[in-house]
């Protein structure tokens, strides 16, 4: 599994670092920062539902 | 169906009207499951003025709608759904507020404002959430039962709460939650009800100018700051601003903890639940949000572009509401919606906050506040309980944003 992210596109929900801490952060100007690229297979389902409720579309999970 | 409207040329509209009234309190209006089954996109005339809007109902479809780039917020273009009656000369002075903005003036604004409510800056401004929570219920306990929780804590907490971030002066506290109140008393005349809003634009206007020059530790000197060199707002927009945060996170959350606090005492067993097992609290507002779904029709859009939406064509210039009330109690992402459950695994999938680049900016405070004041009063005040039959409780069912009058408990 492998995410990337789009920070222009990001609004600053922060839904994605409250569903999926270990892999999703906001930095100072409250955008998306990914900590974990490529993380693990237990993390799979909170980083799909973080994808999910992005309001702004700006997470992909490929592989 | 409702009855068809009658719109100002005299011909009657062949479409149901919006809104619908909700029958029950903590459920959708009855017409919604029928629309969403049979005719998930569909047309309904605007019960203020007879006009036509597209109402969109299922909860991948409000998602797509909320999510395209080719719908606009701006209340000004034609085709805009408005739910309140505003003639064309009002409009034109309208000042646009961020959230009826698209981009880029949208962008840039947003962008200033999003480090304001991450989830670490939400986090920071916990303890003082709860000093204001803890003050009113003392406040309310002395005082002693009965009370309207609506007057006493729903509405006091969010307001603090809005003071604390734009860093309203502490001496000025009293006077601007009597403003802000006043705009959420249905019971004023227009007069009162005009003479509150204008003494309240006054005052944030004098606000800004202060901060402009005496700048604090709150939201409004950090914008006025970085905006010395982002240049994306005038004075105007900051006090427009100013007044957006005072609005939009008032009404909603004051309505939010009345509500929840009702849906508690009406569901025993829920309220016993949280109490034994404190974890279960950030799940159990997911769902309160989403089965209440207070801002139903908070998302009104106008197509910029032909859009297609479930195989039908949305032309450019059509009004659509894309309803999360609606989204919120689909059966095929929300089994059994019309039940509260804690435990519900997808709870937070709810479109209560909207969706897309406006979704609510202040949602993670929000949620704070509402976790705060539920837990609080869980802890604190074991016997609460509603000091009056639930059948009498009224019900704002023709506001834009749904909610009780009043609350009248005791313990």
């Known amino acids: 599994m492998r995410v990337t992210t789009d920070r222009d596109r990001c609004v600053g ?24 690229e490529k993380p693990g297979a237990e993390l799979l389902e909170d980083v799909h539902r973080a994808a999910d409720l992005c309001p702004s579309q700006s997470i992909r999970v490929t592989g | ?45 605007l019960k203020v003025n007879g006009k036509p809007t597209w109402l969109v109902t299922r909860h991948e479809h409000v998602k797509q709608v909320l999510g395209d780039p080719r719908v606009s917020s701006n209340l000004k273009r034609p085709g805009y759904p408005h739910q309140f009656h505003i003639s064309e000369e009002m409009l034109a002075h309208v000042r646009l507020m961020m959230l009826s903005m698209d981009p880029p003036d949208h962008t840039a604004q947003r962008r200033m404002l999003i480090p304001e ?7 920071e401004m916990r303890p003082r959430i709860q000093e204001i929570v803890d003050e009113r219920i003392d406040a309310m306990l002395a005082a002693g039962g009965p009370v309207d929780l609506v007057q006493a804590l729903a509405l006091p907490v969010p307001s603090l709460t809005i003071c604390e971030l734009l860093g309203v002066p502490y001496g000025d506290h009293a006077q601007f939650e009597e403003w802000s109140a006043a705009l959420m008393n249905h019971d004023l005349t227009p007069e009162e009800y005009g003479a509150a809003v204008q003494a309240l634009d006054m005052y944030l206007d004098k606000l800004v100018t202060l901060k402009e020059t005496e700048p604090g530790d709150d939201l409004i000197s950090r914008f006025l700051e970085k905006n010395r060199t982002e240049q994306a707002a005038d004075h105007v927009d900051v006090v427009t601003m100013a007044r957006m945060m005072l609005v939009g996170g008032h009404e909603t959350t004051a309505n939010m903890i009345a509500l929840g606090v009702l849906a508690l005492l009406e569901h025993p067993e829920h309220m016993a639940e949280l109490r034994s097992d404190d974890t279960l609290l ?37 009004g659509i509401l894309a309803l999360n009330n609606a989204a919120d109690h689909d059966e095929t992402v929300f089994a059994d919606p019309g039940t ?69 408990v005791t313990w």
């Open chain 2, 340 to 408: 509260l459950d804690f435990h519900r695994k997808e709870a937070r999938s709810h479109l209560a906050f909207g969706y897309g680049i406006h979704q609510c900016m202040g949602a993670n405070l929000a949620r704070a506040e509402l976790e705060i004041v539920y837990s609080t009063l869980l802890r604190r005040v074991p016997g609460l309980r509603l000091a009056v039959p639930a059948e009498e409780l009224r019900y704002k069912d023709d506001a834009m944003v749904y909610g009780v009058y009043e609350l009248p």
């Open chain 2, 1 to 45: 169906m409702t009855q068809s409207a009658e719109p100002a040329d005299g011909t009657a509209s062949p479409y149901p009207q919006f809104p619908m009234r909700r029958t029950c309190p903590f459920s959708e209006p009855g017409e919604y499951a029928g629309l969403r089954a049979d005719e998930p996109v569909s047309r309904a005339s």
């Open chain 1, 13 to 36: 929900s922060g839904q994605c670092a409250m569903q999926s801490p270990e892999v999703f952060d906001q930095d100072d100007d409250g955008l998306v920062v990914v900590l974990q």
């Open chain 2, 282 to 318: 950030p799940n159990a507002i997911e769902e309160l949000l989403r089965v209440f779904s207070i801002s139903d029709s908070g998302t009104a859009r106008v197509a910029v572009e032909d859009i297609e939406v479930g195989g039908v064509t949305i032309r450019a210039g059509e």
């Open chain 2, 117 to 123: 409510f991450t989830a670490r800056r939400t986090k």
